[in-house]
């Protein structure tokens, strides 16, 4: 009967090598793949969330009451705030971004978070309804491939 590698290389230890080398590689995956991939959809989701949370009550019948200052002052923080996040989220996971979002080899799956924010941002100060916000928001849509 032959000797099994590890007991040819590591005798007597081998079990608790490759448990420790496959808890490095689980850490390693977790870290640079899993939490960024988490951050970004969580991310999204919040996007998402503030559109049609501040765009989709807006009324283009010039007879409706326009939206109040206090609510265009909570959508302004509301696009700033998420632009900001995704913006950072862009600059702190530069290896995610660049080489899972932006460089994708299906180009459906592209995404453009910093542009995105950016945009979000810009957003929350163009007036309510006008052509402007709607390009805006096209941008983001695009940048982040929302179907909203």
Not at 3 to 14: R, V
Not at 17 to 45: E, H, K, M, S
Request: with cysteine; net charge positive.
């Amino acid at each position: 009967m032959k000797p099994d590698c590890t007991e040819i290389f590591l005798p007597g230890a081998g079990g608790f090598l490759w448990g420790l080398l496959g808890g490095v590689l689980a850490w390693t995956f977790t870290t640079f793949v899993a939490q960024p991939f988490t951050t970004y959809r969580n991310l999204r989701a919040r996007t998402i969330e503030e559109l049609s949370r501040h765009e989709d009550r807006f009324d283009p019948n010039p007879e409706s009451d326009p939206p109040s200052e206090t609510e265009l002052v909570a959508r302004k923080n509301a696009y700033e705030d998420c632009g900001v996040a995704l913006e950072a989220f862009a600059v702190s996971n530069r290896l995610y971004v660049r080489w899972l979002l932006h460089r994708n080899p299906i180009k459906r799956l592209r995404r453009y978070p910093r542009s995105a924010g950016s945009s979000l941002r810009t957003l929350g100060t163009a007036e309510l309804g006008s052509q402007a916000a709607d390009q805006l928001r096209k941008q983001v849509n695009s940048a982040l491939k929302l179907r909203f």
